[in-house]
């Protein structure tokens, strides 16, 4: 939804140029979220096995699936449209880590850890750096999405776009949940987990 906030800054300030700055405090506040989803799943691969972790994520993304796919009309609404940019760093974080972006990626980063393990239940430096790199380019990923959805409706599509049409979210990513939920279960069966 991070889109929604660049699009209507950008309408507030009647300025596209609103709309590139306000990416770059949601793309932080996603990306400390994701950072610290990394930073658990390295902590608890240090006290578990990668079986038992790779079971863990698989059942937590079923588990949050579920749950969003029952509550998906609950969508926040604590918050306004007016947002200063350290607003939208912090609004970025909690809602990162409330629908579960960094769980999403955690069977990826599990695999890396997997990549890099040598027998024993200590993070590498080597999957320290590939946990960076995820975290960077799933970041990056998410910005140049986020950031083409809202020029296009601010330069082409416009409001009446939004009046007309609107598509749930938060449904998909239920589903997208529950598929990657599944994708991790079947990995971690398999013993192969996600890579």
Do not use: E
């Amino acid at each position: 939804m991070g889109w929604l906030f660049a699009l209507s800054l950008g309408l507030q300030q009647k300025s596209g140029r609103a709309i590139w700055v306000s990416l770059v405090p949601i793309s932080a506040g996603h990306a400390t979220s994701i950072a610290l989803v990394a930073v658990l799943v390295a902590g608890i691969g240090s006290m578990i096995s990668l079986q038992s972790l790779r079971l863990l994520t698989a059942v937590t993304l079923l588990g949050f699936g579920v749950y969003k796919l029952i509550t998906y009309y609950r969508h926040p609404k604590w918050v306004g449209m007016r947002v200063k940019l350290h607003d939208l760093f912090l609004w970025s974080f909690l809602m990162a880590f409330a629908h579960g972006a960094g769980l999403m990626i955690a069977p990826i980063l599990v695999g890396l850890l997997d990549g890099s393990h040598s027998g024993t239940h200590h993070v590498s430096a080597s999957s320290g750096m590939l946990l960076m790199l995820a975290i960077v380019v799933h970041t990056l990923a998410m910005l140049v999405v986020m950031g083409f959805i809202a020029w296009i409706v601010y330069t082409r599509l416009g409001l009446m776009f939004l009046r007309r049409s609107w598509v749930n979210f938060d449904l998909i990513w239920a589903g997208a949940l529950l598929v990657v939920g599944a994708l991790a279960l079947w990995g971690a069966v398999a013993g192969g987990g996600m890579h």
